[in-house]
């Protein structure tokens, strides 16, 4: 499909299949504030423009663990501008393992922005999906979880120590649960500790050891967050 003007997918919209959306003479060539969702099954549609999503827009793919990985792909021969919901489906009963990784949308111009919501594919207790911006893609990796990576973002540091010592003895929310006891305690911080400055590896198995942190740093970074708690609770009492 080639046009003068550019495609709206209105809120409610819904573009669907394979082939190419075309601009002639460039530009956005797709604005989506409804449904993106390539394919009939496993298939590619192809941009020839930019593309931006609004929030209100969701870009639905399938991808496909078996027996080799197989994706929807948003192939954009322009720039993309996201937000809005980022939607992955995988057929029920197929099993996805760590480094399992799916280009989701391509772009010559470039990537900005990104999905605001995520809504993925069910994973096990020691792995999680990561979603990674380049310039030129999106791509969903299924990633270990090293344990004491309370915010999930594939590394253990000082912002996982925060959201332990924030969720300190809850018994519901327990993604600081690092030794699943079923509560946020200090066999937590051990687990942060002791796996501090790991990195998960996509692609493998193996969780690469960055930095030990020195025990004065530990230390320093314990005391810097009792102040900030002590002095909220100050003006808390006055
Ligand atoms: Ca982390
Ligand atoms: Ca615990």
Same mark, same amino acid.
């Given at each position: 499909m080639t046009g003068l003007t550019m495609l709206q997918n209105g809120a409610g919209g819904l573009v669907k299949g394979s082939g190419t959306i075309a601009r002639s003479g460039?530009?956005?060539?797709l604005v989506n504030q409804g449904i993106v969702a390539p394919g009939d099954g496993i298939q590619t549609l192809s941009i020839g423009g930019d593309f931006q999503q609004l929030p209100t827009g969701r870009l639905k793919l399938d991808i496909d663990t078996g027996p080799t990985l197989k994706n929807d792909l948003l192939a954009i021969d322009g720039a993309a501008s996201l937000a809005g919901a980022l939607e992955v489906s995988l057929p029920l009963g197929e099993i996805v393992t760590i &480094? /399992?990784?799916?280009?989701l949308l391509t772009a010559t111009h470039g990537v900005t922005g990104i999905f605001d919501q995520l809504a993925l594919p069910a994973l096990g207790s020691a792995i999680f999906w990561t979603v990674q911006y380049s310039s030129s893609d999106v791509r969903l990796t299924a990633t270990e979880l090293i344990p004491g990576d309370y915010n999930r973002d594939a590394v253990v540091d000082s912002n996982d120590f925060i959201i332990w010592r924030r969720s300190l &003895?809850?018994?519901?929310?327990?993604?600081? /649960?690092g030794n699943g006891n079923g509560i946020v305690d200090d066999g937590d911080y051990d687990v942060w500790r002791l796996h501090f400055g790991q990195i998960a590896a996509p692609g493998s198995n193996a969780a690469a050891n960055a930095a030990v942190p020195e025990p004065t740093s530990l230390v320093m970074l314990v005391a810097a967050v009792i102040v900030v708690t002590l002095s909220t609770s100050r003006s808390v009492v006055n």
């Open positions: 460039g530009g956005t060539a &480094g /399992d990784s799916f280009t &003895g809850w018994t519901t929310n327990l993604v600081a /649960d």
